[in-house]
Each structure stands twice: as C-alpha cells, then as structure tokens.
C-alpha cells in the first residue's frame, strides 16, 4: 500500500495562476481531507468528502474548490492564487470505526508558495 | 477562537526521562481525542487516541490521559527516545465521520542525547 500520495511536494505559483492539487488514496477509505498548515499554527480543514460525488465545505474554503469522482481521488485545485494562499497543504483519508477513532492517514504534503 | 490549545510551544527533555505534553480544550461536545506526530517534511502520522469514555490510554511508552472536568489532556512519553524529537498535535472530534476533527497549533519535542 502506498498509503496517502500527494503531487507535486513544491510549487511556486505566481498571483492570480491556477493550479490542482493531486491527492490519491489506495485504502479505500470514504473519507478525505484537505488541510493547510501555515506556520506555527495547527492543521485547519479546507474541505472534506465522504464519499464519491459528495463534498463539503470545511473550515477555511475560500479561494479553493474540490471534487470526488472516485475513491482513491480527490483533487484541490487553487483559483486565482494569492499570497495568503501560501501554505503547505495536507490530504489525508480515513474510514470512521466508531469506536475505534477516527484516525486520519496523511499524504506528505505539498509546499506551495505564491508570490 | 482556538477550540484546541497547545500553550507550549517546545519542550526540551533529556534522554531517558519522562516527556509530557498538554493540551486544554473548550468545547465539551468532543468525544474523541487524538495525538498526531509530524517530522519535517512529512504528513503527521496517528500516535494514540482515547475515547471521552476513558481516562487514560497506553500503547507501550506512550499514555494519553483525559480529564474531562479540566478540559484537559496529556501525553506522556517514557522513556524518552531522540527518535521522538518532532512536533506532535493534540487534535479533538466531535460526532460521527471525524471530519469535524480540530488540532492544535503543536508542540516540538527535543528529545536530547
């Protein structure tokens, strides 16, 4: 298994570009996440899904958009970057077990920087 | 509004020694907590959690203790290991699908030789 994948690690965009962010899960877990982390603070959602076709806004949404097509895919794609969108951006999957937790595997993160 | 505090920022502890790393919460509807651990350049990965059922969780050198009143939780380490130096979230979800999960902003432990 290769877990939580994420393309590209770095990218530098320049103001108003546009960019997707890949994210690939082979666990077949229904559930995946987008987080950003900017520095010195905790990991705040941006969107989720819980299953294919289903979306919903998180916490922090604003200048992004998402789909589910499938399972194992859940891109981010970036409109009309802007500095503030500078960030390093965690997907992450889970399958919710009850009891068990709610665990979430991460991808390694894409750096991306908007200048 | 932080729903969930991590108010140390790093902690320095010597090789062999107990690390404890806290973590204060202020929505009483979390019933779930978990610790993440990142290094650089990597996606955190899942360390322990504990149910709000529970007071305390052990997975061999690591314990998670919960005190509900308080709105409080902590992770102990022991022995510490240079291996654990990283940054670790204190995270907390509420309801079904833990898609409501909120983290902390971390703590970097600096687990000296």
């Known amino acids: 298994n290769a877990g939580v994948t994420q393309t590209p690690k770095f990218r530098i965009l320049k103001i108003g570009q546009s960019m997707t962010l890949q994210c690939t899960q082979d666990?077949?877990?229904?559930?995946m996440y987008w987080y950003r982390q900017d520095p010195g603070m905790g990991l705040k959602l941006i969107y989720y899904?819980?299953?294919?076709?289903?979306?919903d806004k998180g916490e922090v949404p604003n200048g992004y958009n998402v789909s589910r097509s499938t399972t194992e895919d859940f891109p981010l794609r970036l409109e009309l970057a802007a500095p503030s969108q500078t960030s390093v951006y965690f997907c992450?999957?889970?399958?919710?077990?009850?009891?068990?937790?709610?665990?979430?595997?991460f991808g390694p993160g894409t750096r991306l920087t908007v200048t | 509004d932080q729903q969930v505090k991590q108010n140390s920022p790093s902690l320095s502890v010597q090789e062999g020694r107990i690390s404890i790393l806290n973590c204060d919460y202020t929505?009483?509807?979390?019933?779930?907590f978990l610790w993440y651990k990142k290094y650089p350049a990597e996606g955190p990965t899942f360390l322990i959690s504990?149910?709000?059922?529970?007071d305390k969780n052990e997975d061999g050198r690591f314990t998670v203790f919960l005190n509900k009143s308080a709105k409080h939780l902590s992770l102990h380490i022991v022995p510490s290991q240079p291996g654990d130096s990283a940054v670790y979230f204190c995270?907390?979800?509420?309801?079904?699908?833990?898609?409501?999960?909120?983290f902390g902003a971390g703590t970097r432990l600096f687990v000296k030789a």
């Open positions: 992450a999957s889970s399958y919710p077990t009850g009891l068990a937790g709610y665990e979430q595997y």
């Open positions: 666990m077949n877990h229904n559930y």
């Open positions: 899904s819980v299953g294919a076709g289903i979306t």
């Open positions: 929505n009483s509807m979390f019933d779930y």
């Open positions: 504990i149910s709000s059922i529970k």
């Open positions: 995270a907390a979800s509420a309801g079904t699908g833990g898609f409501k999960t909120i």
